[in-house]
Nanobody, 119 residues
Framework: QVQLVESGGGLVQAGGSLRLSCAAS????????MGWYRRAPGASRELVAI???????HYAESVKGRFTISRDNAKNSVNLQMNSLKPEDTAVYFC?????????????WGQGTQVTVSS
C-alpha cells in the first residue's frame, strides 16, 4: 500500500519561490534515496534532484543552484525548496524512490503537484 502525496505547488511569478513537500508511506523510506521528478507539457518525466539515504544531494544542471532537496526521516517526507523560479520550471512535480522504480514489482506514482511560473 504505497502512498506518495505531493503538495505545495501553485502559481508564482518568475523569480519567486515555492516549497514542495512529499509524504511517503508503504516504503522503507529511510533506507532509500528519494528524488523529485517533473513532467513539463509535451515532455517526458525527468529527474531533477536526488537525496541519498546518507544525505548526499545531486541536481540536474537546469536547477542547480536554485533548488534544494531535503528529507525528514522522522516524518517520512522529502522536500524541494525552489528559488529563482523560471517559466521553464513549469511542470507537474512528483516524488519517488529511484531504486524502487527499477524493480519489476514497483511502478507507483502519486498525483503530483502543479507548479506554474508566469513571466
Amino acid at each position: 500500500q504505497v502512498q506518495l502525496v505531493e503538495s505545495g505547488g501553485g502559481l508564482v511569478q518568475a523569480g519567486g519561490s515555492l516549497r514542495l513537500s512529499c509524504a511517503a508511506s508503504g516504503i522503507a523510506f529511510s533506507d532509500n534515496a528519494m528524488g523529485w521528478y517533473r513532467r513539463a507539457p509535451g515532455a517526458s518525466r525527468e529527474l531533477v534532484a536526488i537525496i541519498t539515504s546518507g544525505g548526499n544531494t545531486h541536481y540536474a544542471e537546469s536547477v542547480k543552484g536554485r533548488f534544494t532537496i531535503s528529507r525528514d526521516n522522522a516524518k517520512n517526507s522529502v522536500n524541494l525548496q525552489m528559488n529563482s523560479l523560471k517559466p521553464e520550471d513549469t511542470a507537474v512535480y512528483f516524488c519517488n524512490a529511484p531504486a524502487l522504480l527499477e524493480t519489476a514489482e514497483y511502478n507507483y506514482w502519486g498525483q503530483g503537484t502543479q507548479v506554474t511560473v508566469s513571466s
